[in-house]
């Protein structure tokens, strides 16, 4: 079955780029929708984007001009760019398989601290 | 783009039922099928409870329901039990992208 696991630096500087990627597992990247989404502490749910496994992205319209979805070029990996960060993007942030609004199954989540 | 609206908390007894409403606009709840709704306990990824209004995933108990009448959605959970006790957030389609709730606290009293 289908395993995600997220990984990436666990602290950013401020005005820096987030980078986070997560690896597929146990299945195909074909056909499916790949989402990103995020939760601040003690706060809910923000969807940040995807990415199709033809290569098309959809973005959240509040965070648009600072994300980016992409594939590696094996496609077993996804990758989030968010950029300009601030404390407010301080979350844990999930990678998720979506088949339309319908996310399942999830990655553990990992959590990126912004600050200097 | 704004989240869905949902009551902060809500609580039962166990046995009893409850039900989240999950509020949006014509431009998502009211504009597809595509809704779901997930449960997530303290420190755990959310879990997916029901997708498509009401469809449920292999291995969700039959206790859990979801319906929609224009522009609201619904959650209903009947024989309430202790592990019922999480948080709860709905998600809707919104033109090409997606939207989430703001989530609901359920105490199983």
């Known amino acids: 079955q289908v395993q995600l696991q997220e990984s990436g630096p666990g602290l950013v500087k401020p005005s820096e780029t987030l980078s986070l990627t997560c690896t597929v597992s146990?299945?195909?990247?074909?056909?499916?929708?790949w989402s990103w989404i995020r939760q601040p502490p003690g706060k809910g749910l923000e969807w940040l984007g995807y990415?199709?496994?033809?290569?098309?992205?959809s973005y959240n319209p509040s965070l648009k001009s600072r994300v980016t979805i992409s594939f590696d070029t094996s496609k077993t990996q996804f990758s989030l760019r968010l950029s300009s960060v601030t404390a407010a993007d301080t979350a844990v942030y999930y990678c998720?398989?979506?088949?339309?609004?319908?996310?399942?199954?999830w990655g553990q989540g990992t959590l990126v601290t912004v600050s200097s | 783009q704004s989240a869905l609206t949902q009551p902060a908390s809500v609580s039962g007894s166990p046995g009893q039922s409850i039900t989240i409403s999950c509020t949006g606009t014509?431009?998502?709840?009211?504009?597809?099928?595509?809704v779901s709704w997930y449960q997530q306990h303290p420190g755990r990824a959310p879990k997916l409870m029901i997708y498509?209004?009401?469809r449920r995933p292999t291995g969700v108990s039959n206790r859990f329901s979801g319906s929609k009448s224009g522009n609201t959605a619904s959650l209903t959970i009947s024989g309430l039990q202790a592990e019922d006790e999480a948080d709860y957030y709905c998600?809707?389609?919104?033109?090409?992208?997606?939207?989430f709730g703001g989530g609901t606290r359920l105490t199983v009293l």
């Open positions: 498509e209004v009401s």
């Open positions: 998600c809707s389609y919104a033109s090409y992208s997606r939207v």
């Open positions: 146990g299945g195909s990247i074909n056909n499916y929708y």
């Open positions: 014509s431009s998502d709840v009211g504009s597809s099928n595509l």
């Open positions: 998720a398989r979506d088949l339309g609004v319908r996310f399942a199954p």
């Open positions: 990415i199709y496994f033809s290569g098309s992205t």
